[in-house]
């Protein structure tokens, strides 16, 4: 629950702000070519929108893996996860337990920031020749 309601507001405020940010020349010119409403939504706002709602999506889930390892720390009674991992490690003094522990939560980041950034070539070709791939 706290991955869902952390990641909800980054995603749907950029996705909001990219829909709002489509080109109004584009969607005037295609509405004069005649398309309707929905192709405009489905063929000009959406893919310009993708890039922010990328942009939130990597947001989001940055934020998501932070709070449920915090979330482990706080309430980690169940003796699982990463964030009791590194509070045990910590308070016995397992110093190479810790660092273990923050090489894979490392280790899982680049993982998902590397997923996202193939995602986001597959679906948006077009916003990989922005960020240098």
């Excluded at 997923?115 to 948006?124: E, F, L, T």
């Amino acid at each position: 629950m706290i991955s869902a309601v952390s990641a909800f507001f980054p995603i749907v405020i950029s996705a909001y702000s990219g829909i709002r940010q489509a080109d109004q020349g584009l969607i005037k010119a295609a509405k004069d070519l005649g398309a309707n409403r929905r192709q405009v939504q489905m063929k000009v706002v959406i893919p310009a929108a993708i890039p922010s709602i990328f942009a939130g999506l990597h947001l989001g889930m940055g934020v998501t893996i932070i709070l449920v390892v915090a979330a482990e720390m706080i309430g980690g009674s169940g003796q699982s996860g990463m964030g009791y991992l590194l509070i045990h490690a910590g308070q016995v003094m397992e110093t190479e337990k810790v660092f273990a522990s923050l090489v894979v939560l490392a280790v899982m980041g680049a993982l998902v920031i590397k997923a996202q950034q193939w995602i986001d070539r597959r679906v948006a070709p077009w916003t990989a020749l922005h960020d240098g791939h």
